[in-house]
């Protein structure tokens, strides 16, 4: 019963800015959108989150549809080291508890 | 000011031991969550925990598996009688509180079951 949809896998040239969309229809009014992204097999790592603005900090931007059934997450400038698997959560309940999907496998190309 | 501390980084076992692996959460972080990853597989939320307590286990299979969050020291995932099908990176993460905030994850737990 996953509440967002990603696409399985993405290229990028580098240099260039990465867009990963995510579809979460069902969002409720209270419920964040958060992305993580986890390098080959390391912990994972946070990116960002929003609730209904546009979010930007030093790593990316978060545009979040007016009906916040979508967003993107940009990464303006994509690098090599960006290569990772991008996860988009919709934060599930009041017990922080995250459910992460299959998330974008984003491959950085030179 | 350290992260989330996980150890060991890589445990092997034999099947039918028990297996232990710690994480302290992040200073001042009193909420603590555990995910589990198979190979080539996505992260599977186990449970989670404040200090002393189980707030949500739903993740956690029903044999074999238990957690726990004393007062003082680390939180335990502990699985008794490893089977092959075990063998995964076990994540920890901690957060501050409940609300809308941020996790911080450890590196890993790498368990291998002989």
């Known amino acids: 019963d996953a509440k967002t949809t990603q696409p399985p896998s993405m290229d990028c040239a580098e240099g260039r800015a990465a867009n990963l969309p995510c579809n979460h229809s069902?969002?409720?009014?209270?419920?964040?959108v958060y992305w993580y992204r986890q390098i080959h097999s390391q912990g994972p790592q946070y990116i960002i989150h929003?609730?209904?603005n546009n979010e930007t900090n030093e790593m990316a931007s978060l545009i979040i549809t007016e009906d916040r059934k979508s967003s993107t997450l940009i990464l303006p400038h994509a690098t090599l080291r960006d290569t990772a698997v991008y996860y988009c959560i919709v934060r599930v309940g009041d017990n922080n508890d995250m459910r992460f999907g299959a998330g974008t496998r984003l491959t950085v190309k030179p | 000011n350290a992260g989330v501390m996980q150890n060991p980084r890589h445990l092997v076992r034999r099947r039918g031991q028990e297996a232990r692996l710690r994480c302290s959460p992040m200073?001042?972080?009193?909420?603590v969550y555990w995910y589990r990853q198979l190979p080539e597989e996505g992260l599977k939320f186990m449970v989670y925990l404040q200090k002393e307590n189980i707030i949500d286990e739903s993740g956690m299979p029903k044999e074999r598996f238990s957690a726990e969050f004393p007062k003082e020291g680390p939180s335990i995932l502990r699985i008794q009688q490893v089977v092959r099908g075990d063998s995964a990176a076990y994540f920890c993460?901690?957060?501050?509180?409940?609300?809308?905030?941020?996790?911080?994850f450890g590196a890993g737990s790498r368990l291998t079951v002989l």
């Open positions: 993460a901690s957060s501050r509180r409940v609300g809308a905030n941020v996790l911080t």
């Open positions: 929003g609730l209904k």
């Open positions: 069902t969002i409720s009014g209270n419920e964040y």
């Open positions: 200073k001042g972080h009193s909420h």
